[in-house]
């Protein structure tokens, strides 16, 4: 439940088809993102891609992810709600639920195969913590462009 737009019900999806030592049979995430039919299927002929397209055929689990993804695109400020965005930019909602929806199973394989809790990127910030830093910034700007020393401002340093 670390995972921003992951819900109960894609756990349970996941563990009821997978099971908890299923991930174990997976040796590399590239492998449970295939077998998902979530990674593009690279048809290359000669040197020239001939197509790129993620493969048909559907599961449960992909489903779930694709729905946990469509829900990202949908939050603010997070790390894959940033990443949703730019991959919808490119290449449209549909391109960016599938390439979230990846994500999300090399997300949760590293989880479960390798023991690991889900750390995003960057810490998020609320709005209010945010202007309060980027007014500490512009302050420290101005004292240094004007030269002042923090005992002539009245600052306690220790």
Do not use: C
Request: charged fraction near 25%; glycine fraction near 6%.
């Amino acid at each position: 439940m670390a995972i921003e737009g992951v819900s109960h019900s894609t756990i349970l999806t996941l563990i009821s088809e997978v099971g908890p030592q299923g991930f174990t049979k997976f040796p590399t995430a590239k492998h449970f993102t295939s077998w998902l039919r979530l990674a593009p299927n690279n048809k290359i002929s000669g040197g020239k891609v001939l197509s790129h397209r993620i493969p048909k055929g559907s599961n449960r689990i992909k489903i779930a992810l694709r729905n946990s993804a469509n829900a990202i695109g949908n939050l603010k400020d997070t790390h894959l709600s940033d990443f949703f965005r730019r991959v919808a930019f490119r290449k449209g909602r549909q391109a960016a639920v599938s390439a979230t929806a990846r994500k999300l199973a090399v997300i949760i394989w590293n989880m479960a195969s390798k023991k690991v809790q889900y750390l995003p990127e960057k810490e998020y910030l609320f709005l209010d913590q945010k202007r309060q830093q980027k007014l500490v910034i512009r302050i420290r700007k101005q004292i240094a462009k004007f030269d002042f020393k923090p005992e002539q401002l009245g600052f306690v340093t220790n």
